[in-house]
């Protein structure tokens, strides 16, 4: 079973920086995507950024476009997520997510497209 592993959370003040870490195990095929969604308090869970193991395909909200960077470490089987230029308004749990993949390098906006579910990192930046 491919189970993401979250970690780096944490809090930070508006306009600093933070970098999540998603850890894969599981997948006997590299062919995979991986989805970093958020949900802050009271609202829906939505997409921030993914990325396709098997290439470089990558895709941002227009939310965080600019400001956050998403990246794969192949080797290490981790997917990060640079965040820079925080903003208050990014304040949410941050959850991984993956489903294996034959598209040819699209992966899903939609949360229901994603089958495995780490347990989430939340990130607080205060104003």
């Known amino acids: 079973q491919a189970q993401p592993v979250e970690s780096g959370g944490g809090s930070v003040q508006a306009g600093g920086s933070l970098r999540l870490s998603c850890a894969v195990s599981g997948f006997t095929d590299r062919r995979y995507c991986v989805g970093w969604f958020r949900q802050g308090l009271g609202q829906e869970r939505e997409i921030v950024a993914t990325i396709y193991t098997d290439y470089t395909n990558t895709y941002y909200a227009d939310s965080v476009k600019g400001r956050f960077t998403i990246s794969r470490d192949n080797a290490k089987n981790i997917v990060d997520l640079q965040m820079n230029s925080l903003r208050p308004e990014d304040t949410a749990m941050y959850y991984c997510?993956?489903?294996?993949?034959?598209?040819?390098?699209?992966?899903?906006?939609?949360?229901?497209?994603?089958?495995?579910w780490g347990r989430g990192t939340r990130v607080t930046v205060s104003s």
């Open positions: 997510a993956t489903y294996l993949s034959y598209s040819g390098g699209y992966c899903s906006r939609f949360a229901t497209s994603y089958k495995y």
